[in-house]
């Protein structure tokens, strides 16, 4: 199967069915709307302008384009509505490579060339992302095209297939019509996400966000450092922020609307969920450096006289993040935090054990205003994987999780 | 303590609006800079100082070009050079680039010698103590706390212009020398248009534009905070040439008028503090150039290195580790190492190079201004922020200025005459 360089086809002379040459490639475009790797259209420069050659009715790329349709069939080219075009598009930008989790740069792409039923068919293979791609750049035209294939065979490849590239648009529109979403990327983890948006300009940040799916980003933002998270906020319309916003844990959310300026997070707060804004509000008005700045308001709390079965089943119902539910609470009827099980005791115990029997002694508590520090230090002194924090009387508000105080002494080192 | 704690108060106002244009201006009074002023001053006196005006003008509009471009894309300008023209540009850019960049840190390194050469310190241990330094500031992630210090010891600056004040110099003579350039005999002699290339380069150096762009990026800057960067920007352009200035007049008063016209090492350079300090004038310039060149020697290198593999496509940050962006830290180490061992050759002329560097950043620099100026003037990039026509004038004047200096300087080479 040959395969052919992008930048070797690009300006390659294209001949018309007499056999005179009568243009130069000057792009190579897809249609992802159709297919999204298979090469479509052939831009000609001709000496009446820019026209495009559909790429079914070409009939050899060796040794120049010949093609099977009269130059007079061949639409003048306004435009490139719906077109990705390879060499502006492509060459030289910036892609995410989704295997390797990281952004890199465009040298050349490889193009496989496939006969489907007797017709040429061109598809993106994959994108070179290596020296041998930037060594063909700098030195085509410079060295004899033999020398110059000689020299590439001895470098290896680096190579991305074209099924790892997600592609960045910053327009809108063009991202609806060229197909371009970000389902690869949504499958990666948070952080590696994070890390790759980290390593965007402000615009691709943005365009990346609009696109993904808001739980998707929504676990991205809470991994993304402060900075570019509020830069992320910022530059999103309310209507999508609140809608990630409200995808976030809690505690991560309040910290974040809590930096951006009084005015954009009234603007988000506007446009969330009323149960939402209102417990978003709430953690708002606690200071940030305090238990209560750091708690989540997720957490799942029985009532005192429930059984493992109980648990179990709230356990099921229970719609907040995994990480809050390594333990479960114990509340009386006036909220007042009773008691606390760890999951892994609820595990092992039959479904008729009564909760209360199972608890940790001592229940170790924290209240909503003490500081970070004392907060920490409890984690450490009991070896906690969470603490349940309180107010006033005694009821219970939210619960810390390692994670937090981890972030929170990563912050501090 | 009230009086510490004022001080304390004062001192983070500062740092709080001191922004990335300052800090570039900053730099660019490097080892390099105050070299050339030196020599500029004790080799023509006043007959220099005409060039302080259009290169202000020309400098203001170069680094906002820089900073606005940094702002509006969100990408450094090696980025925008490899994604408008191509591979090939880049990378001749990039080459031209280490090797420009390569004399300056060589600049850097030449200053640390001599300044801890009028402190009786030998070179040979100096120098590679200090280039250590340098490595592990930037790969141990130390170098936002230590870019505070630097910047804090950057006031020595201002010493020059107290220094120029009692030199008690021809004030009158100086401010006309500032508005009427000199006869114009002086443009047929080459070592004056050497200077001029000179002072001009070191004044607008290429790698500035790269770092600055870079830093109003990193720091996150946007299209609506940009008016801030934009008065950060001018005001480090008017506080560098105004230092630049009084550097020129300080040497003019004291070196040129006592003939001393060839300065040829740093304690030739430290009479220009004399009236200011006295005897102990050499400590005063002795720290005040180490100050400056481990400042610059600290970021020159590691802005190459970023410029380059981000424009090339390699791996870049000083979050990685060695393993991960081995082409980022070669390069850095590279420049450092080399740019250190060239100073430690046995009489090596440390002005003169460090003067050759800054000239070669003057013809140089004419490259740099095409790309920006071609870049900043593509809509699709700027969209509304696409240069005036007034600011296109003056930038490509510049552009056309330097590349005539530079042709009217190898005139006269033709000729033999100097």
Redo the contacts between chains.
């Keep these: 199967m040959p395969t052919f360089a992008l930048t070797e086809l690009l300006g390659t002379p294209v001949f018309d069915t007499a056999g005179s040459r009568c243009g130069r490639v000057r792009e190579v475009a897809l249609i992802p709307q159709e297919d999204r790797a298979r090469v479509a259209i052939l831009i000609i420069k001709t000496s009446t302008g820019d026209r495009l050659l559909p790429f079914v009715s070409v009939t050899s790329i060796n040794g120049g384009i010949r093609t099977s349709s009269p130059t007079t069939d061949w639409v003048k080219r306004e435009g490139a509505e719906g077109m990705l075009l390879l060499g502006r598009d492509l ?3 910036q892609v995410i490579d989704v295997f390797g989790r ?1 952004v ?2 465009v ?1 050349d792409l490889d193009l496989l060339q496939e006969s489907v039923a007797n017709r040429l068919v061109l598809k993106v293979g994959s994108v070179d ?1 290596g020296p041998r791609g ?1 060594v063909r ?2 030195l085509k035209g410079v060295v004899p095209l033999v020398a110059l294939r000689a020299l590439l065979r001895q470098i290896p490849p680096r190579t991305i297939p074209w099924d790892f590239v997600d592609l960045i648009e910053t327009d809108p529109a063009r991202r609806v019509k060229l197909k371009i979403s970000h389902e690869r990327l949504a499958k990666l983890h948070p952080a590696d996400i994070a890390d790759i948006v980290e390593n965007l ?4 940040r943005e365009a990346v966000f609009e696109t993904l799916e808001q739980n998707v980003a929504a676990g991205a933002l809470e991994e993304v450092e402060p ?2 998270q509020k ?1 992320i906020l910022e ?1 999103l319309d309310s209507e999508r922020a609140a809608e990630i916003v409200e995808e976030m844990e809690p505690d991560a959310a309040a910290d974040l609307l809590a930096d951006l300026p009084e005015e954009r997070t009234s603007e988000i707060l506007l446009e969330m969920e009323p149960q939402e804004r209102r417990e978003m509000v709430e953690l708002l008005e606690f200071k940030e450096n305090t238990a209560a700045g750091r708690m989540n308001t997720e957490y799942l709390a029985v009532g005192v006289s429930a059984t493992v079965r109980d648990a179990i089943e709230a356990l099921r119902r229970f719609e907040g993040g995994v990480e809050t539910v390594s333990t479960i609470y114990l509340i009386d009827s006036h909220g007042t935090l009773a008691g606390a099980v760890p999951l892994a005791k609820i595990v092992l115990a039959t479904p008729d054990t009564p909760m209360l029997s199972l608890t940790q002694e001592p229940l170790i508590s924290t209240h909503a205003g003490s500081k970070e520090k004392e907060v920490a230090e409890l984690f450490d002194k009991y070896n906690l994987s969470t603490l349940p924090v309180v107010d006033d009387n005694k009821k219970l508000t939210g619960v810390i999780t390692s994670d937090d105080i981890i972030s929170l002494l990563r912050a501090n080192l | 303590m009230s009086f510490l704690k004022r001080w304390k108060i004062r001192l983070l106002i500062f740092f709080a609006v001191v922004g990335p244009g300052f800090i570039t201006a900053n730099v660019d009074n490097d080892a390099g800079g105050i070299w050339t002023y030196s020599a500029a001053g004790a080799q023509f006196g006043h007959m220099l100082l005409w060039t302080m005006i259009p290169i202000t003008v020309a400098l203001i509009v170069v680094q906002e070009i820089a900073a606005r471009m940094g702002a509006v894309t969100g990408k450094g300008l090696s980025d925008l050079i490899r994604e408008e023209f191509g591979f090939r540009i880049t990378f001749l850019m990039m080459i031209g680039l280490v090797i420009v960049n390569f004399g300056n840190v060589v600049t850097e390194f030449a200053g640390i010698a001599g300044s801890l050469e009028l402190f009786g310190l030998n070179k040979y241990y100096t120098v590679p103590i200090c280039a250590v330094i340098v490595w592990l500031i930037v790969v141990k992630g130390q170098y936002k706390t230590v870019e505070k210090v630097f910047l804090a010891a950057s006031f020595f600056y201002l010493t020059y212009i107290v220094a120029g004040v009692l030199a008690k110099p021809a004030w009158l003579e100086a401010l006309e020398a500032t508005i009427v350039p000199p006869h114009k005999e002086m443009f047929l002699r080459q070592d004056y248009l050497y200077m001029v290339i000179g002072v001009v380069g070191t004044t607008i150096a290429p790698w500035m534009q790269f770092y600055l762009q870079a830093s109003i990026v990193e720091k996150g800057v946007t299209k609506r905070q940009y008016n801030a960067s934009r008065l950060d920007v001018v005001t480090g352009c008017i506080f560098t040439d105004i230092v630049a200035w009084f550097i020129i007049v300080a040497c003019a008063s004291t070196l040129y008028v006592h003939g001393y016209h060839n300065i040829s090492d740093a304690k030739d350079a430290a009479q220009a503090l004399h009236p200011l300090a006295g005897d102990y004038a050499y400590i005063l310039f002795a720290m005040g150039l180490f100050n400056a060149s481990l400042f610059a020697a600290s970021i020159l290198p590691l802005s190459t290195a970023y410029a380059v593999c981000e424009g090339l496509g390699f791996e870049s940050g000083v979050g990685k580790r060695f393993g991960e962006a081995p082409v980022f830290y070669w390069l850095y180490t590279i420049l450092i190492v080399v740019g250190a061992g060239v100073i430690l050759l046995p009489n090596i002329p440390l002005v003169k190079i460090s003067i050759l560097s800054q000239v070669v950043n003057g013809v140089v620099l004419p490259f740099v201004l095409v790309f920006m100026l071609l870049l900043v003037n593509k809509k699709e990039l700027m969209g509304e922020y696409v240069s005036s026509p007034l600011y296109n004038i003056i930038a490509w004047a510049t552009t056309v200025v330097m590349v005539g200096l530079t042709l009217a300087w190898f005139w006269t080479l033709r000729g033999g005459s100097g």
């Design positions: 060459l030289d930008q990281k890199v740069r040298n992302v930037a750049r700098l300009a402000p615009d691709e900075r570019v830069a530059s």
